[in-house]
């Protein structure tokens, strides 16, 4: 873990990068939304398709605005906070939806536990450790562990519309949801070893 730089970054609200984050931010009622009037108000399952590439397209921002950052050197203080909360707000948004209607059910709402518990709780450290002007790096691990849930989500949100084209649709959603909650397990022990080796070095 790195210490932060002395020189603070500027908060560029308008720059490129932290306005396809918003749009991210901005997706998670709207994904939702369809999902909500297709399962609960009984729609037609093409509102799925629609909330597909709706979800798509903010997964498609996640990539961008971090590669824009870094090739237009506009990194910033305000797209480093808004980045991860956007897609953990998408992330959990979209498996608390897929809870409601249940296509995710039975044992695979433990998967779903372990994903949500791990974001609290790398959440609560990375703050814990900001207060002490520590970086938690995010590692090449947790960036795949990120794409899987993406990818997991995608296959569920097709859901039955996806099922209708190929029948085991959501049967590989359920399966990458499964594999995305093994890798939040080993990143969340990865940020949380790494944090209490720095507490206990610091009280030593």
């Not at 918003?22 to 399952?45: D, K, N």
């Not at 498996?95 to 372990?114: C, F, I, Q, Y």
């Not at 990120?146 to 359920?174: C, H, N, W, Y």
Request: glycine share 8%; aromatic share 10%; net charge neutral.
């Amino acid at each position: 873990m790195n210490a932060f730089s002395s020189r603070p970054l500027p908060a560029r609200p308008l720059a490129l990068p932290n306005i396809l984050t918003y749009a991210r931010i901005a997706a998670v009622p709207v994904v939702v939304g369809f999902l909500f009037w297709q399962s609960i108000f009984e729609g037609p399952l093409w509102l799925r398709w629609v909330a597909l590439v709706i979800f798509i397209g903010a997964g498609v921002t996640d990539f961008l605005d971090g590669y824009l950052a870094r090739a237009w050197q506009q990194h910033s203080s305000l797209g480093r906070m808004l980045d991860p909360i956007a897609d953990k707000l998408l992330v959990s948004s979209c498996l608390l939806m897929l809870a409601a209607e249940e296509s995710v059910r039975g044992w695979t709402l433990l998967a779903a536990v372990v994903i949500l518990c791990r974001e609290i709780l790398v959440s609560g450290l990375r703050e814990y450790l900001a207060e002490l002007r520590v970086s938690v790096p995010v590692t090449r691990l947790a960036k795949w562990k990120t794409s899987a849930q993406m990818v997991a989500i995608g296959f569920l949100i097709a859901g039955e519309a996806g099922d209708r084209v190929v029948p085991v649709v959501s049967e590989i959603g359920i399966g990458l949801l499964w594999a995305s909650a093994i890798l939040t397990l080993y990143t969340g022990y990865d940020y949380m070893r790494a944090g209490l080796r720095y507490m206990i070095d610091e009280n030593v």
